[in-house]
């Protein structure tokens, strides 16, 4: 082959080499911005998402009467329920454009991981804040506190079984497991997935009582067997009081402050007995409300004074 043919050859080679180093370059370029928009995209914060998509995704029980239940519809209604659209509502005005609100049946042992995994931006339900859970997710100011009891058979408890020696029922991933244990270390906890199945463990005479916050046993002892009736125990003092917040992601201030300052807006009036959060609660656990359970004058005083924020 002739010297000048070679060098021919080989410029269409350098040219050729260079076009696609050019290419691949400007691949690599591209790659790169995709990358970086990707990685903007998972990092922004709920309110950005929302503001983008439109959607509020939020997560609740379907089986904490009357905080959220289904209806056999397949509608999810409830307290938290109302809360999570007075939140929406909060968000069209902040936002200045429509919000759907997008409802997400959770359990107690999922709900704190599908807020961390990002698949749902906040849960309201019967979550009580703990330090270690605060590890994982954040939490919102309270929106209602209650006491820990149990929840078992006048007949039961008239056969002389003490509180302190039941098998009592509690649901697999809660805090009141734990307020149990610590409370009545001689009693036998049994977990179960929900409440529902507790309850149906007490009818079956597998367990002796249930525990949860008083309320939520209130809504229970609303479907217990006709003619059966139900205490709740202690009698006087409850084992503990949990207070309930809603949860949401880790280190979204914006977010989080956004939620605060619409339950702040809410709890105005409270004092006397007046204002939107008051109106929520009697539509729900007033005299003509799912399940009858007066705001006492101790709640009543904790909600309001959760508000830390200068004017």
Do not use: H
């Amino acid at each position: 082959m002739a010297k000048g043919t070679l060098m021919r050859i080989d410029l269409r080679t350098i040219n050729s080499l260079c076009k696609t180093g050019a290419r691949l370059a400007m691949a690599a370029a591209f790659a790169g911005i995709w990358a970086c928009s990707t990685m903007s995209a998972a990092s922004a914060g709920v309110l950005e998402r929302i503001a983008e998509t439109g959607q509020l995704t939020a997560g609740t029980r379907a089986d904490a009467r009357p905080f959220a239940m289904m209806r056999p519809d397949g509608v999810i209604e409830g307290f938290s329920i109302d809360l999570l659209e007075i939140i929406r509502e909060e968000l069209e005005e902040t936002l200045g454009r429509p919000v759907d609100l997008q409802l997400e049946v959770v359990t107690a042992a999922d709900r704190l991981d599908r807020i961390e995994s990002g698949e749902l931006d906040i849960v309201c339900g019967i979550t009580t804040p703990t330090w270690e859970r605060e590890e994982q997710v954040d939490f919102t100011i309270p929106f209602f506190r209650d006491g820990t009891r149990v929840l078992s058979y006048r007949e039961t408890v008239e056969s002389g079984i003490g509180i302190d020696y039941m098998r009592i029922g509690v649901v697999a991933g809660t805090i009141t497991r734990d307020i149990v244990a610590d409370d009545l270390p001689t009693s036998e906890i049994q977990t179960f997935s929900d409440m529902e199945s507790a309850m149906a463990a007490m009818e079956a005479g597998e367990v002796d009582g249930i525990a949860n916050i008083g309320v939520v046993l209130l809504g229970m002892a609303q479907r217990a067997e006709p003619r059966r009736s139900v205490v709740l125990l202690p009698r006087t003092a409850p084992l503990g009081t949990e207070a309930l917040a809603c949860v949401v992601p880790e280190d979204d201030s914006a977010w989080r402050d956004m939620v605060n300052r619409t339950l702040v807006s809410l709890y105005q009036g409270i004092g006397d007995y007046r204002g939107r959060y008051v109106e929520v609660y009697e539509r729900w656990f007033g005299r003509n409300g799912a399940l009858v359970y007066p705001l006492d004058r101790s709640t009543r005083d904790y909600l309001g004074e959760v508000n830390i924020w200068a004017q």
